[in-house]
Nanobody, 120 residues
Framework: VQLQASGGGLVQPGGSLRLSCAASGSIFTINDMGWYRQAPGKQRELVALITRGGSTDYADSVKGRFTISRDNAKNTVYLQMNSLKPEDTAVYYC???????????????WGQGTLVTVSS
């Protein structure tokens, strides 16, 4: 199973970016999917999480600005980021709890990370 993230880049404060993360491989189904981020010198933190049924949870720091969504048919999770602030600068990692076709066991997988820089 592989997770491929894309969509990071440099944006000015107040701007927007949309991250995508597609899962591929021997996938039976995907339970929770989410986005985490890690800023320089800080621990990785949860940004947003979405269940297969569409229930969402957000870090307080991004509520009202970020929106997580998913396309179950495409095994893809998205993060729409609006009103970006310099403190949102970090490497963003996608996460998926995947039930593989072999063994039907749920395991967590991480994407490679995509850098988001918010700066003027």
């Amino acid at each position: 199973v592989q997770l491929q993230a894309s969509g990071g880049g440099l944006v000015q404060p107040g701007g927007s970016l949309r991250l995508s993360c597609a899962a591929s491989g021997s996938i039976f189904t995907i339970n929770d999917m989410g986005w985490y981020r890690q800023a320089p010198g800080k621990q990785r933190e949860l940004v947003a999480l979405i269940t297969r049924g569409g229930s969402t949870d957000y870090a307080d720091s991004v509520k009202g600005r970020f929106t997580i969504s998913r396309d179950n048919a495409k095994n893809t999770v998205y993060l729409q980021m609006n009103s970006l602030k310099p403190e949102d600068t970090a490497v963003y990692y996608c996460y998926a709890m995947v039930v593989r076709t072999v063994g039907l066991k749920a395991e967590g997988y991480w994407g490679q990370g995509t850098l988001v820089t918010v700066s003027s």
